[in-house]
Structures are given as structure tokens and as C-alpha cells.
Antibody, heavy 119, light 107 residues
Framework: HVQLLESGPGLVKPSETLSLTCTVSGDSIESLYWNWLRQPPGKGLEWIGHKFNGRSPSYNPSLRSRVTISIDTSKNQISLKLTSVTAADTAVYYC?????????????WGQGALVTVSS | DIQMTQSPSSVSASIGDRVTITCRASQGLGTWVAWYQQKPREAPKLLISTVSTLQTGVPSRFSGSGSGTDFTLTIDNLQPEDSAVYYCQQANGFPYTFGQGTYLEIK
């Protein structure tokens, strides 16, 4: 049974770096794509980017200059770093698995982590 | 970016009704289209991948269809637990993008 769990600070100050970790159980992160997405309160879904172990990540151009997604296979974790945050980055952040079989669809999601950007 | 225009933005229907939600893409998508259901305070749940492939455990009253730029999610025999927001998603090109969402209310 695949499970994803996001963790990290729930409050980040403006101009600082948002850092989140997604711990995966029930599956190896050495295969498949692992995604980060976000959803501002009351709004729709935005794809941040994804990474396949050993390959270059793909990022949303709207965030590319500020985002880094990395994989730690020893811990079965995927991390997200978003620099120079503003209030506009306040959102629930999700990690999600992308199976090749599902053709880019995201079949397993974490519960989400609310991150508020505020001083 | 590929734009996904989803309609309607909200719909109200009764138990047993059929509901259709559409997504129009700004360019052709092949089979790289998925549909999700999101209930309040929950993560989205994948219902359908590759246009029409129903995920394991999803009731057969959900179905997907379409081709080119026009795609549809149909819910037959509407049930109370179907009240949610529904999103389409394209994975034909980067960045992956979603429709704006359709709020389905059960009367």
C-alpha cells in the first residue's frame, strides 16, 4: 500500500525558503516520477514540477527560477525547496506519484501540507 | 502552457441524475488526460487516466471520453458521495496543467 506524507514548517517568513519533505512508504522512489503540486486556499491545482531518480527534473516555468526538487533514495524521500517566498506562495503543498502506466496521471497523493507565508 | 478550459464551473443535480463535465484544451492532447475528484480538506483522488481508463476501486458510474482537444467526464446515477470538485489534467506537455474545477452539488 503506497503512502506519501509531506512534512515541514507550516509558517515561513517572506523572502525566506520554503522546504518540504515527502516520505514514501510502500514503494521505491528509484523508479517512476515524483511530483510536487500546490493549491492556494479556495483555488485550483498548480503543478510545480517532477523528478525521476537520476534524471533532470522538470519544473513549471512560472516557478523555475525559485524551485528545486531532489530525491534521497537512502531515505525514500522527495524534497521541495522554494526560495524567496511571498504571500502568493501560501498554499497546501502536495507530493504525488506519477506512474508511467497512467500516462502522466497522479495516482497516489500525500495528505498535503499547509504552508503559510507571513511575517 | 496548454490551457484547460473546464465547464461548467458549478453544477447542481439530483440523486440518480447524469452529469457531464467537459474540458477543452488549447491544443491536441492525445491520450494524456486525467480526471480527479477532490472533497473538502482532502487530496485529489485520481478517477480516470489516459482519457477513459477507470482506476481500480472507482465506481463504474464514472466514465471518461474524448479526443483531440475535447474531453468529457460523465457521472451516471449520481450518488450523495459524488458531491465534490472535479478537475481535468493534461500531461501532454510541460507544465502539466489543470482545469479550473467544477463544483458538483447534490440537491
Amino acid at each position: 500500500h503506497v503512502q506519501l506524507l509531506e512534512s515541514g514548517p507550516g509558517l515561513v517568513k517572506p523572502s525566506e525558503t520554503l522546504s518540504l519533505t515527502c516520505t514514501v512508504s510502500g514503494d521505491s522512489i528509484e523508479s517512476l516520477y515524483w511530483n510536487w503540486l500546490r493549491q492556494p486556499p479556495g483555488k485550483g491545482l498548480e503543478w510545480i514540477g517532477h523528478k525521476f531518480n537520476g534524471r533532470s527534473p522538470s519544473y513549471n516555468p512560472s516557478l523555475r527560477s525559485r524551485v528545486t526538487i531532489s530525491i534521497d533514495t537512502s531515505k525514500n524521500q522527495i524534497s521541495l525547496k522554494l526560495t524567496s517566498v511571498t504571500a502568493a506562495d501560501t498554499a497546501v503543498y502536495y507530493c504525488a506519484r506519477e506512474d508511467i502506466i497512467t500516462g502522466g496521471a497522479l495516482d497516489y497523493w500525500g495528505q498535503g501540507a499547509l504552508v503559510t507565508v507571513s511575517s | 502552457d496548454i490551457q484547460m478550459t473546464q465547464s461548467p464551473s458549478s453544477v447542481s443535480a439530483s440523486i440518480g441524475d447524469r452529469v457531464t463535465i467537459t474540458c477543452r484544451a488549447s491544443q491536441g492532447l492525445g491520450t494524456w488526460v486525467a480526471w480527479y475528484q477532490q472533497k473538502p480538506r482532502e487530496a485529489p483522488k485520481l478517477l480516470i487516466s489516459t482519457v477513459s481508463t477507470l482506476q481500480t476501486g472507482v465506481p463504474s458510474r464514472f466514465s471518461g471520453s474524448g479526443s483531440g482537444t475535447d474531453f468529457t467526464l460523465t457521472i451516471d446515477n449520481l450518488q450523495p458521495e459524488d458531491s465534490a470538485v472535479y478537475y481535468c489534467q493534461q500531461a501532454n506537455g510541460f507544465p502539466y496543467t489543470f482545469g479550473q474545477g467544477t463544483y458538483l452539488e447534490i440537491k
